[in-house]
């Protein structure tokens, strides 16, 4: 995927150890990345224990926010696919008995969509 795709709001994948790197003082010792997914700004990060959600906020970027959702958490999720009119891609996730989902994330015309909902079928369904 080129820069562009990036900049469209398609995930792309991104570099587990650097990902690591990156994140060694939010991430329990041993915790290991298994799979990253860069989206613009913002990162989708699977670990061996929890799903990581890193928001990079306002103009600059530097308030960032990291939600941390144990797959142990995770009820239930859904994907919507891109159509012919409809050229977002969508995942929702829900939480315990939450009625609305606790997160939502789009995805303009993204392929990877699949790699993700695969990824997070093998984490919460193992």
Partial sequence: MSIFDGLMGNASRAN???????????LMPHEK?????????DLIVF?????????KQGLTGKKV???SIPYKSISRFSVETTGHFDLDAE??????SAIEPCEVLQF???K?????????????LK
């Avoid at 990345?33 to 700004?41: E, M, Q, S």
């Avoid at 670990?47 to 928001?55: M, N």
């Avoid at 990877?112 to 919460?124: D, E, F, G, R, Y």
């Fill in 108 to 110: 303009r015309k993204d």
């Fill in 65 to 67: 926010e990291y939600k």
């Fill in 33 to 41: 990345v298994d799979l990253a997914f860069k989206l613009v700004r």
């Fill in 16 to 26: 587990n150890e650097k990902v690591q790197q990156k994140l060694e003082d939010v």
């Fill in 91 to 96: 995942l929702s996730l829900w939480i315990s």
């Fill in 112 to 124: 990877n969509i699949v790699q993700i909902q695969q990824a997070l079928a093998m984490a919460v």
């Fill in 47 to 55: 670990t061996d224990y929890r799903l990581v959600i890193i928001d």
